[in-house]
């Protein structure tokens, strides 16, 4: 087959293989500036935009995406170069792959190459929402304080050249600055991060931020400037080689980074803006007044739940997440966590099908088209867990219930923070921390409470009895027989408990 670079240029040349945009995006207006353009964004929000500028009346909503890191230079650069095109690929349940070009990218800035173009375009009249996704680590929140993390040489650095910010709280506190110069009306600040009341958390970490370089714009942002919290859910793996080949052979579309993702997607958004919004509900999304039930149930369930397929999986030696789940053994410990330790402290979550949506999740972690790579979902677990496990484990033991199954995952990653599989394969771990948790990893072969005392994750968990005894148990017994023997056995024990 033929294949076409994709750009705007041959888009019409690729009607036959995919979905293609059938909007002018000439006539397209930037609304929204979006922080992090990577594969979940260009799966989600972006998405949900390309499918509204279909309609009638919303030529108001294109984005602006922001690639604010040195290492995102490789996505910007591939937006330029196609326009900010890129296709998105659903990977159904049968195999079949669904095709979608998506338009709705319509300017794309690489921060680092222009700090004040950045800034202006934040600033500009015409933008209404900043959105986000700049993972659970980059809202430079220390567990351990519960605080905004001063320390943090990027942060000093933003203090000490504001014209020129490293982190996305310099750029919005300048943006937000000029804003209120130029005497213009305030925006929405929309988190679209795993990071329970987001909306909140952006909003607590940004003032706090604002309060310490640009005090005098404290009271303008709380007057002007709304912080919306979202729950957002579409499993979305790292795109392979083999995902952009695929795509030349089979549909002739020649695109350098497309998107894969799973046909699941949710966006459940409260509606508080202070300006005008895009009509997103049209087009699927959710509209709330509080999102609180939504994010904590998706948090401890799906999200954590990667997390717990990631660290057994791995020290097992697995590659993917499918791989994971399909081990009985592996898929029986997950759903007695979430039967046994999160569904007591979820709470009334009205109108949703729990159990429903646990056996989902089960099938769509069970994807075997999706390929979800272990390593992608082990990434900066220490920025994860204290927001995917870690409540569900203060809540269990606040209430004197059981925690025996969190304490093993938990013991689980002292385990593969030293490193290797069981296999002795060597594990990329890729963390903000990992020097501290290879440190104390290497500490809690001596005395495995160590590893506990990382309080920018734990906190003081490490005083916990009920606790430190539930995860010494584990990890003595990990090292002694192994995961897959101390998951059959656990789970027996559990199941006996319940029956």
Known sequence: MTSYKLNSENLSKFADSAAIPTYDRADVKVGIVHIGIGGFHRAHEAYYTDQLLHEDGNKDW????????????????????????????????????????????????????????????????????????????????????????????????????????????GYLTQALKSRKEQKLKGLAIQSCDNVQGNGHMIQDMLLSYVEKAEPSLL???????????????????????????????????????????????????????????????????????????????KLSLLNAGHSVLGILGALKGYATIDEAVHDPAISQFLSLYMDVEVTPVLGNLEGVDLKNYKHSLIQRFGNIYIKDQIDRICSETSAKLPIFILPTVNAQLNENSSVKLAAFVIAAWAIYSL?????????????????????????????????????????????????????????????????????????????????
Request: charged content about 25%; some cysteine.
């Open 62 to 169: 294109g984005i602006c995406g922001i690639a604010l890191l040195d290492f995102d230079q490789k996505i910007y650069n591939t937006l330029k170069n196609q326009d900010g095109l890129y296709t998105l690929i659903v990977k159904e349940l049968d195999g079949t792959l669904t095709k979608t070009i998506v338009g709705s990218i319509v300017e794309y800035l690489f921060a680092p190459e222009n700090p004040i173009a950045v800034i202006e375009k934040m600033a500009h009249s015409d933008i209404k929402i900043i959105t986000l996704t700049i993972t659970e680590g980059g809202y430079n929140y220390n567990e351990a304080t519960k605080r905004f993390d001063f320390e943090n040489p990027l942060i000093q650095h933003d203090l000490e050249n504001p014209a020129a910010p490293k982190t996305i709280f």
């Open 219 to 297: 009271d303008w942002i709380k007057k002007n400037v709304s912080f919306p919290n979202s729950m957002v859910d579409r499993i979305t793996p790292a795109t392979n080689q083999s995902d952009i080949t695929e795509l030349i052979n089979n549909s002739g579309i020649d695109d350098a980074w497309p998107v894969v993702c799973e046909p699941f997607k949710q966006w459940v958004i409260e509606d508080d803006f202070v300006a005008q919004r895009p009509a997103w509900e049209n087009v699927g999304a959710q509209f709330v007044p509080d999102v609180v039930p939504y994010e904590k149930m």
């Open 419 to 499: 490193g290797t599989d069981e296999n002795g394969k060597d594990l990329v771990i890729k963390d903000a921390l990992a020097d501290t948790l290879h440190e104390k990893a290497l500490e809690a072969k001596v005395e495995p409470k160590q590893f506990l005392t990382i309080e920018s994750v734990f906190g003081d968990l490490k005083n916990s009895e009920p606790f430190v005894n539930a995860y010494t148990e584990s990890y003595h017994n990990i090292i002694k027989h192994g995961i897959e023997k101390c998951v059959v056995d656990l789970n027996s024990k559990v199941l006996n408990k319940i029956k």
